[in-house]
């Protein structure tokens, strides 16, 4: 079992940055990848950013990159996303999640489909 609580939402204008914690304690059970995924009002939930735990290794949507890093911190096990160049598009409920299982993927590294955990989700607002 594997419980994920997201903390560092909040509000900020355009341009701006922001940094989301995501604590994961887990029971019975391995991580292989943790990401962030987002929904805004009215959208389906989408994938942001993916990290593998032992590798590092990281993939990104194309609306991101360049402004959002994801990362973790093993000791303290913890995931992190540092958002810079915040956009109102960027307005979203952000969620935490993570996969059990590091074979192939089922239908890619930010399909929500390939995740089994999740977290309760937090807010961030961009204003202009």
């Known amino acids: 079992q594997v419980r994920l609580v997201e903390s560092g939402g909040g509000s900020v204008q355009a341009g701006g940055s922001l940094r989301l914690s995501c604590a994961a304690s887990?029971?019975?059970?391995?991580?292989?990848?943790m990401s962030w995924f987002r929904q805004a009002p009215g959208k389906e939930r989408e994938g942001v950013a993916t990290i593998n735990i032992g590798s590092s290794a990281t993939y990104y949507d194309d609306s991101v990159k360049g402004r959002f890093t994801i990362s973790q911190d093993n000791v303290k096990n913890t995931l992190y996303l540092q958002m810079n160049g915040l956009k109102f598009e960027d307005t979203a409920i952000y969620y935490c999640?993570?996969?059990?299982?590091?074979?192939?993927?089922?239908?890619?590294?930010?399909?929500?489909?390939?995740?089994?955990?999740w977290g309760q989700g937090i807010q961030v607002t961009v204003s202009s």
């Open positions: 999640a993570a996969r059990s299982w590091g074979s192939t993927w089922l239908r890619g590294p930010l399909e929500r489909t390939d995740y089994n955990y």
């Open positions: 887990t029971t019975d059970d391995s991580v292989y990848w």
